[in-house]
């Protein structure tokens, strides 16, 4: 939503989230080429409760030409800073380290242009920056007789917590989209998970593979699926499950992580 006033007149408010906690980048870290995992530490990060796999947390960073992060307030609607301005302000799966530790960590794709890549690619030991979460995550349904996932890169954290979490009784099926070969990651070992990488052709638009995926993919009435990449992309695999090939809304999670811009 953009902040303004809906046409009936009436401001509809959303439920106001975790505040945002000062943290400090205490390791930098490269798993693959196109991936900066970055570990965050605060004095409140200790209280984040993670509990469900696939979550979120918001990342704000300062914003361009300003190098002094500004912490926004909410409005009821949306964060903005004390000018009105909206903040830079980015979502990303959380991973812990440890629950004894206050750390966190994130991994930023560095897929072109972008405040997220722009800042991880400068990024320095000691930099700050500050987290605000967590937000909602996956929750299994207990009748699922199989599960679905589909992602990119930029969802290969949230593939990997939900392969390591889901019930040990069901199959999991798992098309994962990849820039290059180099971006092709273990993942947690789970009996009767099938792994396929799919490396996305040359100039081909964000999701090409992804939706090949899910077009070749069995998908039984009890199957359960779940999808996350560039948001374009995603409304494509939404329209081929609901309109194609009839699947109940319910028994899907589809994410947009991210924009193309370009």
């Known amino acids: ?16 989230p975790p505040p945002f906690r000062h943290v400090t980048v205490v390791g930098l870290d490269r798993p693959t080429p196109h991936m900066l995992r970055v570990t965050f530490d605060g004095p409140e990060l200790g209280e984040m409760i993670v509990d469900e796999p696939a979550a979120s947390v918001r990342l704000l960073l300062p914003s361009p030409g300003t190098p002094d992060l ?15 301005q909206r903040p830079t302000i980015r979502t990303f799966t959380p991973i812990r380290t440890s629950r004894a530790t206050s750390e966190l960590v994130l991994e930023i794709v560095l897929h072109g242009s972008g405040a997220a890549s722009d800042w991880a690619i400068a990024a320095t030991i000691g930099d700050r920056a500050a987290i605000s979460g967590p937000g909602r ?17 930029s969802a290969v954290p949230a593939i990997g917590q939900l ?8 199959p999991v099926f798992a098309g994962i989209e990849v820039t290059s070969s180099e971006a092709i990651r273990d993942l947690p070992e ?19 593979a992804q939706f090949e ?3 070749s993919a069995t998908v039984e009435a009890g199957i359960r699926i779940w999808a996350a990449g560039e948001a374009a992309a995603m409304q494509r695999i939404r329209r081929h499950l609901f309109d194609d090939r009839g699947v109940d809304r319910s028994h899907t999670m ?3 992580y991210w924009k193309r811009t370009t």
């Open 70 to 84: 500004v912490i926004p307030t909410w409005n009821g609607n949306e964060f903005l800073l004390p000018d009105g």
């Open 254 to 256: 589809i994410r947009g």
């Open 163 to 170: 392969v390591a979490s889901l019930p040990p009784d069901c």
């Open 213 to 215: 995926y899910v077009r």
């Open 190 to 208: 789970r009996p009767g998970t099938e792994v396929d990488w799919r490396v996305l052709p040359e100039a081909a638009p964000p999701g090409t």
């Open 1 to 16: 939503m953009n902040g303004r006033t809906p046409s009936s007149g009436v401001l509809r408010t959303r439920r106001e």
């Open 137 to 153: 995550g996956y929750a299994p349904d207990p009748d699922a007789s199989s599960f679905l996932l589909v992602g990119d890169e």
